[in-house]
């Protein structure tokens, strides 16, 4: 039978899997000899038992038995004693950090008699019912699924005007009678007097809570698998709300949003740890602690130096103080900015803790791809409202919204949006996601807001205690009177903490200024320059760009890239080109299309001049024309009624048709040109184009085609000195389609004294399944995976994103859409197959990809792992896949293909 439950003394920081986050490391903390309240931990197997089989594991309710009586035995009192009550507290722990996702239960073991026992014991009448109320609030929104602002607005109507400290032991005590009516009333049950019931409800209670909807949308916004489940762990109470010498606080050994090192979190004193995370009474910054208790301030400062040079990394701590005591309750690898993750990682170095290879680990192309995002300009000029906390840096601006589902709403419509509550919950995780930036009047920078904000990449300002919010009315009030409402746009500073009125106009990142070559000493593009300095030297995998314009390849050579891997010929046909297009189209004999193809040759030449010239001495991949050609014609409908529309005019001008044939028009608009394109657009109409008349299948049906746009690439190569062709061609399913058009294409490029790669795009499951064939008449590999994700999946993307999408994300078909990032199981394994039998055939077969998953952090691993020479994609999206492929180096625990 398999061991469900772990004492403290039994775990450690490596059984992350097991145990989850908070278990494995509350067990490493007690192995180390930190002080730790006394626990056990319930894994995340069992969770996963409970959940696939609707019930808990044979043997387990025993095994916690045992554990429980351990407990009671080292504490010297039984779970819920009348006179002297154990009380423990119940809490989630996944593998990965789910901030306020799941559940929490306080205080489990109060009853309508254990209550006097612990006010005897304490001494304190007040701090006992306001511990049954806690565990009574906390028990009626959790576990038994009641509306926890019922329980809210009976304390409010209880306070008044008072704060919750005001309230004395009589209060409390009516209030846990009113608490318990709203159970009686919403649950047709009295509260659950017996202590173990509290328990084992409040145990399934936070295994359900894994499937809770904020913590699906918050899995599904990580990346974080929908089948690890998460751990529970029973943990002996401490209190922070024994009086003025008790408190509850959060820290960090480094600043979470900027790296700099110093006493960073906040403390709450006379609180329990849910106030700080929620926000709902501010708190103080960490250093007054020095004042309020400086024994433990010093202890403090000791463990969490302790804690960084263990873990070798920035640490999240939550602690409490019982009556001058300080006990640790967690400590985690600490969620941090990405401007941190840089400078903490280089800081680690300087500091001797880890080397280069890890502090490239330590960091990823997410976090890159947020510092290049621009910043405020200037705001001088801007009516600035407020200052609050800057709780996570970055620049947004847009319509004011007061609730989570507006937020959506209006994001889903495309507007810009900022959430602006008094403080966040996960109940807010929703529209936090939808919304570019988070305001709060209330909570610190360790509130549910900040952190979470803070894991998103998203801007965040907290604490902004001069707004009055209110949300009913939907506006708040800044000082002097100005009301903002819903809809109103207003910005924030996530790096001042300052909110303004209006939009303020963004200038560029440091970060983007810096790999656009223009020179800088800020102390991140300091570490961003380090880091990618290493990733570099330690990669295997060339970084190209997807670019069809000199512009484009210019910048992306700034940016790093090592040449073009997808240069799109279709593009440089749109604009005023598009009626040689249409020439080409509409010819009806040899004469007229080979007119139409040596109009378009000497600007496709002129196009590949400009790209070569920009990536002089780098491998520039151009792809032959791919897109069907129906696409390069007026729209079917616009045309039809266009001519439909003169033929009814014209029906009621018969006295001037002899005049407008004069004058070569047919009336109303549209001239023989219209008809002509007309007649052209319905022959070429297809169903289904994606599986049409494209690609190869297009080169080899329109005589001259792909010949012209051969010549136009040679031409250029000849005028550029140093310019490296690689000639791809589309679409290609069978091996016979890529021999034709390279025996045509061998002979031109031999004729113009020009030498080129001659390769294809993988995009069709087919060529994937024969590509030991193809690889016979292929030179390189280039894998589009959007047309190859559309046709394994026999989804059009065009149609499915919008249609179903959300609907299979939700059902948990797939964890992350798989144009966003391979499928590995299904494209993955085509693009193996073609790996594998591709080179078999051809041992220096060069292999690329260049779909748009080619910047996508997941998928640069992927293709490193499968043994690719080289990712594609977009100019912006360079660094990003250079980090990638520097980490895929070092974490990459297979060996590649080759």
Request: glycine content about 10%; hydrophobic content about 40%.
């Amino acid at each position: 039978m398999p061991k469900y439950v772990y004492d403290f003394t039994e775990g450690n920081k490596d059984l992350k899997d097991l145990l989850g986050g908070k278990g494995a490391n509350l067990a490493e903390m007690t192995n180390i000899g930190l002080p730790v309240p006394p626990g056990f931990t319930i894994t995340a197997e069992a969770c996963r038992h409970y959940l696939g089989h609707g019930g808990m594991p044979e043997g387990l309710e025993e095994e916690i038995g045992g554990h429980l009586a351990a407990l009671e035995e080292r504490m010297g009192k039984r779970l819920g004693q009348a006179d002297d009550p154990l009380l423990v507290s119940v809490r989630s722990g996944a593998k990965f950090s789910m901030p306020g996702m799941m559940e929490t239960v306080l205080n489990v073991g109060l009853n309508d008699d254990s209550v006097l026992g612990l006010a005897k014991q304490s001494g304190n009448d007040r701090f006992a019912w306001d511990s049954y109320r806690r565990l009574i609030q906390m028990f009626g929104k959790t576990v038994l699924d009641i509306d926890g602002e019922l329980f809210e607005h009976a304390m409010d109507d209880l306070k008044g005007e008072r704060e919750d400290t005001d309230l004395d032991a009589a209060d409390l005590q009516r209030l846990v009678e009113t608490f318990k009516g709203i159970v009686r009333e919403r649950t047709g049950r009295d509260f659950p007097a017996d202590p173990r019931e509290q328990m084992d409800l409040a145990v399934k209670a936070v295994f359900d809570s894994w499937n809770a909807p904020r913590a699906i949308l918050y899995r599904r916004q990580e990346r974080i698998p929908a089948d690890l489940g998460t751990a529970v762990n029973v943990v002996a109470m401490v209190f922070g709300n024994m009086g003025p010498d008790s408190g509850t606080g959060v820290a960090f050994t480094r600043d979470p949003g900027s790296g700099r090192q110093g006493v960073y979190g906040d403390y709450l004193r006379n609180a329990q740890g849910e106030d700080v995370v929620a926000g709902i009474r501010n708190t103080v910054p960490l250093q007054e602690l020095e004042t309020i208790n400086p024994e433990a301030y010093r202890r403090l400062l000791d463990i969490m130096a302790t804690l960084e040079r263990h873990y070798r990394d920035l640490c999240d701590i939550e602690f409490t103080i019982e009556r001058g005591r300080l006990w640790m309750l967690q400590t985690r690898v600490g969620k941090r900015t990405a401007a941190a993750a840089f400078c903490i990682a280089t800081q680690l170095v300087d500091e001797g803790l880890i080397d280069m290879d890890e502090a490239v680990t330590r960091v990823t192309g997410d976090q890159l791809a947020q510092l290049m995002f621009p910043r405020f300009a200037a705001t001088a000029g801007n009516h600035r409202l407020t200052t609050g906390m800057n709780a996570s840096p970055g620049a947004a601006a847009g319509r004011a919204v007061f609730s989570s589902e507006r937020a959506v709403e209006l994001a889903g419509r495309g507007e810009a949006v900022i959430l602006v509550r008094r403080e966040t919950n996960p109940d807010d995780l929703a529209g936090m996601i939808a919304a570019h930036g988070v305001l709060t009047s209330r909570g610190g920078k360790t509130s549910h807001a900040a952190v979470v904000a803070r894991g998103m990449g998203k801007t965040c300002v907290c604490g902004a205690e001069e707004l009055e919010v209110d949300p009913h009315a939907r506006r708040f009030t800044a000082p002097g009177g100005v009301v903002v409402d819903e809809g109103d746009v207003i910005s924030i500073d996530g790096g001042t903490g300052a909110v303004y009125l209006g939009e303020v106009p963004v200038t560029a990142s440091p970060v983007a200024e810096y790999f656009e070559g223009e020179p800088t000493r800020d102390e991140l593009v300091r570490a961003v320059d380090r880091i990618m300095t290493h990733a570099d030297s330690v990669r295997r995998l060339a970084v190209r760009a997807n670019a069809d314009t000199p512009e484009d390849a210019a910048r992306a050579r700034r940016y790093g890239a090592q040449g073009i891997g997808l240069c799109r010929t279709e593009h440089m046909f749109l604009g005023e080109r598009r009626r040689l297009v249409e020439d080409l189209i509409l010819a009806t004999t040899p004469e007229e299309r080979q007119a139409a193809l040596d109009a378009l040759e000497p600007l496709q030449t002129g196009d590949f001049t400009g790209i070569f010239e920009a990536m002089r001495g780098l491998p520039v991949t151009i792809r032959l024309i791919d897109p069907p050609l129906h696409e390069f014609l007026p729209d079917l409908t616009d045309l039809a009624v266009k001519v439909a529309l003169a033929d009814d005019r014209a029906a009621d001008r018969a006295d001037d048709r002899a005049a407008d044939r004069a004058d070569g028009r047919t009336g109303g608009g549209a001239d023989d040109r219209d008809r002509r394109l007309l007649d052209a657009v319905k022959r070429l109409h297809e169903q289904n184009p994606m599986l049409g008349l494209r690609g190869v299948r297009l080169g080899l049906t329109v005589p001259g085609l792909f010949a012209m746009q051969v010549r136009a690439i040679a031409a250029a190569a000849r005028r550029v000195e140093g310019a490296c062709a690689e000639i791809m061609i589309p679409l290609v399913g069978a091996v016979q389609e890529l021999e034709i058009v390279k025996e045509e294409a061998e002979r031109i490029l031999a004729e113009a004294g020009v030498e080129a790669a001659i390769g294809t795009m993988i995009e069709v499951p087919r060529a994937a399944l024969t590509a030991g064939q193809i690889a016979e008449a292929a030179e390189f590999f280039s894998f589009g995976t959007n047309d190859l994700t559309q046709m394994t999946w026999g989804f059009s993307r065009d149609d499915v994103e919008s249609a179903f999408f959300g609907t299979y994300l939700d059902l948990g078909v797939f964890g992350v859409s798989p144009f966003e990032s391979v499928d590995r199981e299904g494209v993955g394994r085509l693009m193996r197959i073609a790996v594998e039998e591709g080179r078999r055939t051809r041992p220096d077969l060069k292999l690329g990809i260049c779909g748009e998953h080619g910047g996508d952090p997941d998928s640069v691993h992927f293709c490193h792992e499968i043994g690719l020479d080289y990712v594609s994609c977009s100019p912006f999206r360079i660094p990003v896949a250079r980090l990638e492929a520097g980490r895929a180096a070092l974490t990459c625990a297979q060996s590649d293909t080759r």
